[in-house]
């Protein structure tokens, strides 16, 4: 069936540098892709929707100067945490609608940890 | 605004014992509703969705969930729980016509006593 993969699964960086999250459909298009965070222990808030070959569509509250998403092609979708700061620790996870019945594919997450 | 209530934060049950997580919506329009399960430290993986037609939806690991549309309801059900059924299950619901977007409750967490 639709898979959605997410790299990198886990990641360290130090605070300030950024960090670029990949969230792929491998067999199916996906002219729209979804990000979410999700702090520990709760549920997952909607960021930003990626749309392939325009910009994104930033939830309220989401600063898109440092969430930077790009959606290069109808499989790619990356995310950059930009000027990374400890608060931006999180889980972060990308969703895709694909076969069958525009069913919602969810990556395997990235943890990323700022130091 | 859409929005997604599951009520029970945390339940318990016994290995065997049956199961059901509730879940309550609210949205004007005729909803796609999911459920999702996630353990530690991973994704989340479909469990079933409704869309339309039957309102019994049946799903993969025995769970089934019921769209009840007078209870604005999607109550998720396993008749025999096993011990690694033990996870954050999440409901969510999305709109019509562009289901990709979705809005998640809170979760419950399920813990599974032997």
């Known amino acids: 069936g639709a898979v959605v993969s997410q790299h990198p699964s886990r990641v360290i960086c130090k605070s300030g540098t950024s960090v670029k999250i990949e969230c792929r459909s491998l067999d199916f298009q996906a002219t729209t892709m979804f990000w979410y965070r999700q702090f520990p222990k709760q549920s997952l808030m909607l960021m930003a929707t990626s749309n392939e070959g325009s910009k994104a569509t930033y939830e309220q509250g989401v600063e898109k100067d440092k969430f930077l998403i790009n959606h290069a092609s109808l499989t790619l979708s990356t995310l950059t945490v930009t000027s990374a700061h400890p608060e931006d620790s999180s889980f972060y996870i990308c969703?895709?609608?694909?076969?069958?019945?525009?069913?919602?594919?969810f990556g395997e997450g990235s943890w990323l940890t700022v130091v | 605004a859409q929005s997604v209530t599951q009520p029970d934060i945390h339940i318990t049950v016994s290995e065997g014992a049956s199961l059901e997580l509730r879940c309550n919506y609210s949205?004007?329009?005729?909803?796609?509703l999911f459920w999702y399960v996630q353990s530690p430290g991973q994704g989340l993986q479909l469990l079933l969705k409704?869309?339309?037609?039957?309102?019994l939806v049946q799903g993969i690991k025995g769970f089934e969930a019921e769209f009840k549309r007078s209870q604005s309801s999607f109550n998720l059900r396993k008749p025999s729980v096993h011990w690694s059924d033990a996870a954050e299950y999440f409901c969510a619901v999305g709109y019509t016509g562009t289901a990709s977007k979705l809005t998640f409750g809170t979760g419950t967490r399920l813990q599974v006593t032997l």
């Open positions: 409704y869309f339309s037609g039957d309102t």
């Open positions: 949205y004007g329009a005729t909803p796609y």
């Open positions: 969703s895709a609608g694909g076969p069958p019945g525009n069913t919602i594919y």
